[in-house]
Every structure is written in C-alpha cells, then in structure tokens.
C-alpha cells in the first residue's frame, strides 16, 4: 500500500525511479510522483492517475535532471486522488520533499502546532504535515552547533520523536544532495545495496534489477544513504546493526513475460509454485513433514492444544481450509480470526494456543497488530509467509515461507494454493505427533504430491473455461457455492470475481442457499457450484437442484468421470479427482480463471483493480 522509492548514485535519479515506480505500482495507483535534486533545487513533478497515464508522460515530455531523488505511488488514504495529494510533498521552504507510506494519527494536533509556526498546506494529506514538520526541524538542525549526526537525519529524527503513527519514508533536501533519509515504523522500509549507488525501497521488487542485496530495516530505524555507504540508528535503542541479505529471486521472476497479465502468469505457474511450497518438506520414512522453521521443538508442538490463525483477505480463506485440515489430521481444535478484529477484541485465548498469521506479503498492518497482540499476551506467534524478510516474517518466533516467487497481481492466487498446501503439511505434521496413522499420512502425502500435476491438467482447459467465461461475463450477481473443504474456496472464487471483475458475488456452504440466498436465485444469476465426486456429493447434488428449480443457471465443477451432471448443469468443468482436503487446491484453479476471463471481457484492468492494493500496510 503506497510504493516508495529512493535513488542515490551515478545514474540519472529520473529514469530509475521511474521504472521503480512502475514496479510498485499494484501497491497504489492512485497517484504517482518523483522528485529529483538537482543541485541548486528539487524538481518535482507528480500527477493523478496510473503512471502510465499521468506522471510516465509527464517525464518523458520534461525529463528531470540530478543524481538523487525520491519517488512514490498512492493508495489514497488521507484526502482523494488527485494532483495536490499525491507525493511527494514538500516542506514550507519548498526544499525538502518527502515520501511517505503510512498514516500519522495525530495530523490534526500537528497541523495546529505548524499553522502556528507560520505553515500553509496545500494538500488533504496527513503525509504533508510530515513534511513540514521535518522542513521546520531541518531549519533548527542547521543552525544547531555540528555533530556527527546529519543534520537531515537529526531533523527526521526529532520531527518522528513528535509523531503518532505509522511510517516508511524518503526524504531529500535540495541543500543535502548527497544524502537521502529514511525512516520505519510499522511500514516497510528497505535498503538496496549496489555499487556506488544505493536505494531505499518499500519492496525489494523495485531495487531487483540493480542489486540483489538489501538490508531490512527494523521499526524506528532511520537510515543516511550516500552513493557509497549507509549509516543506521534507531530512535529507541539508538545504537543499531544491521546485516546485508541476498534476495532470493532473480530480477526476471517479477518480470510478466509472454502474458498479458500478471495474474494470469501467477495462475499459470501453480504447478511449480505448489510444489515449491512442499520442497524439502516431505519425509516419506517417516511420513512427517519437515519444517525446520518453525523453531518449535516436537514437545512444543505435541502441547499445542488449540490454533488461531490470523489473516485478512485471500488469506483468511486459505486459513480456513487449513481449519479443515488442522482439525481433520490432527484433532486440534483451530478458530480463524479476521486479523482486523481479533487485534481490538479481548478474545480469550487459553494456555497451549498457537497463533499463526497467514499472509502472503508480511506487511498486512491488521495481521501485523493480531500478531503483536498474541506476543504481548505470551503466545507463541508464528507466520505462514511468502516475502522473505517482511516484517511480520521477522517478527514471528518462527514460520513457513511458501517460496512462490513475488505476487505482483493485486488479485491474489498463486499464494492461496501455497498457503493451503503449508497449512496441509502444518496439519500433518501436528496430526502425525498425534494420532494420524502412518497409512493415512502417507495417502495425504502421496495426494498432495499428485497436486502440481493435476493443476497442470486444469489448466489445460483453459480455452474451455474462458468460452463459459464468456458466456456468463455480463451477468451482476453470482454465486459460489460448496461444502466442507470446498465452502473456502467458494468464498476465495466469489472474492476473485468480485475484486477484478466489480460483480457482485458471494460464496456460501452449499446448505445455507436455502436459508436466504436462494431468494435471489433467478435466469439471471449464475451459480458456481463446486460438487466433486467426495463424501457429500449426494448432499450438493440437491442443493443444486434446489437452484436448478429455480431457474438459476449452474456451473458446475465437478469430479473427471463424472457423467452425470451433463444433463443436469449449464457447464460443468471438470477436475482430476483427489482426496477430500486436496479439493481447495484443484478446484480453486478454475475459479481464478474464471474470473480472470470475465474481467478481461469486460474490459476491466486485472492487474490493477479498482480502489484496491496489494500489500494494506494500514489499518
Ligand atoms: C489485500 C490484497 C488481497 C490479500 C490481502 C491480505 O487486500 O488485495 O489480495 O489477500 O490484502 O494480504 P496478505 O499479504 O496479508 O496475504
């Protein structure tokens, strides 16, 4: 939410932070700007609208000249889209710019205090108070005696000691070319080391194709940039080391290559990504998973006596089909909180819970805070994670990475797969402490294995599912609808839909259409009924003719081999068979597509959907 970009070195600041910009834009699209310093002042141009629409041709009509400058994208917050909000924003002097993602919670009392000191805004914005309030400490550090300390990152350092608030910034100062300051609280904020050049960035995605190592700052870090060197403090201990890591993926893995779209590349590339997730992680002798990660002993685990995961979004569904796991393979009771509520609810959690966030970028503020709260009432907090080094993989006693790769499509997919199989092995491992037998444990890993396979076979039919797409793509209301292990990934379907596509949506528990829902069945309104050949088939069956009864048109996707539904459905989808808990795994697959396909018709913008973002670093 909101990307952020620093530049300093040999290279013409303008270009690179354009093109940081550009990928970190599913972040925020709101709004895009850079300023630039070009010795004697800042050049700073900003505009409303995607990049390549605003500020892309602004540059390149009028490139910016000078070797340091900060960037940044909007997801807007404080104060509409437009050209006045959007960063960066600059002090009253109108020689210091700054970057900002986060929320300052006590704007008004500042704003109040700086009208005082003699302060105009020109923008809605809480970051612009930001601004200000650092221009007015920068005035004060330049006439203080010397000491080490820069006197930029003494002014940044003092104006953040006055906020309430969460922050990743950039600064620079028209009269300090040489040095650009950053600064973390609560949103990410990192280094990209090169050669004789440096960056600062809210996602290494940005700095990837110029270095591939960065250094991860920690809450109230504030770091000075040069060309050639960096120099971190930190507001609460003041003293601070920090080590460079290496990004484990390369700079073409953030690339789009030969698809149109972004998410349509991470629906495709599922096969590896799963079995990513369960590289390494699969011990047949003993038929255990093996998570080294974790950071929990056998015994710890075996004294688990509840679960609550955390998690917002897509990821709250993938947590939920790890419910049906957790409990199926190992009996242990499992609650899933929506991270935004548990965090301000005086839930009680008892003694032997493990609380576990679920998030694909590390950064969700509202899974961040669930976390920090079950650490402060001493659960232990673990982290099902994909970003490497994001802050809430950081914070964890311990985790999982899923290892699929950047997400760059706002619409998640590649990480509900990966998260559903870690949440599988989680399961099996508990239940293989416990009691799940060894025949049972092997089946579950034997079917998990298949998993990578049968997504390629889907998604072979991809030409299939985009004609039914078509057919359906002008309809308003749909329905998604399954049992069991299949209700999570109705919810997950009617989610994709709904954020690319601006239909209207829902997923419901196959049985509970007849307890309201099924009042606005009619010709009109489709229903994806999700019904493979298990245990319940008989049971969906008759709720799909409670629909079918009622005129509604049906989807089907429905187990290989399963003949009987041709007659019975408007379209039936097929996919190989698999065990029950696999099911969110396979039938998840035609519901991304389905969805990607009917945005796509209805000309919407998949990647970038309308007032969304891909990484909520606020509340
Ligand atoms: C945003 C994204 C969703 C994502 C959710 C949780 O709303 O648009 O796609 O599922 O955040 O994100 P996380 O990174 O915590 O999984």
Known sequence: MCGIIGYIGKQSAGPVILEGLRRLEYRGYDSAGLCVSEGKGLNLVKRVGKIDNGLGPLVSSS?????????????ATHGAP???NAHPHLDQSGRVAVVHNGVIENHETLKGHLELEGCEFESET??????KLIGLHYQKAAKQ???EEHPLARAVSQALKEVIGTYGIAVVSADDPDTIVGARRGSPLIIGVGQDENFLVSDVTAAVAHTRQVVYLNDYDVVTLTADN???TNLGTQTAQRQISEIEFSPEAAELGDFPHYMLKE??????TVENAMRGRLDHDEVMPKMGGLNMTPAELRAVEHVVFV????????ALAGEYALEEFAHIPVTVEYASEFRYRNAPIEKGTLVVAITQSGETADTYAALREANRRGHKGLAVCNVVGSSIAREADGGIYLHAGPEIGVASTKAFTSQATVLSLLGLLMGRMRMLSVSRGMELMRALEQVPEQISKILEANDRIRSIALKYSQARHFFFIGR???FPTALEGALKLKEISYIHAEGYPAAEMKHGPIAMIDEATPTVVLIPSDSLYEKTFSNLKEIKARKGPIIAIASEGNDRLENEVDDVIYVPRSLEPMSPLLNVIPLQLLAYHIAVERGCDVDKPRNLAKSVTVE
Do not use: M
């Not at 809480?126 to 601004?131: F, G, K, N, T, V």
């Open 63 to 75: 490139p910016v000249q000078g070797r340091v400058g900060v960037g940044h994208t909007r997801w």
């Open 82 to 84: 437009s050209d006045q």
């Open 126 to 131: 809480d970051s612009e108070i930001l601004a």
């Open 145 to 147: 005696e010397k000491d």
């Open 230 to 232: 960096f120099h971190v």
């Open 267 to 272: 629906i495709f590339e599922q096969p590896r």
């Open 311 to 318: 998690a917002c979004g897509t990821s709250w569904h993938a």
């Open 484 to 486: 069991q292990y299949n």
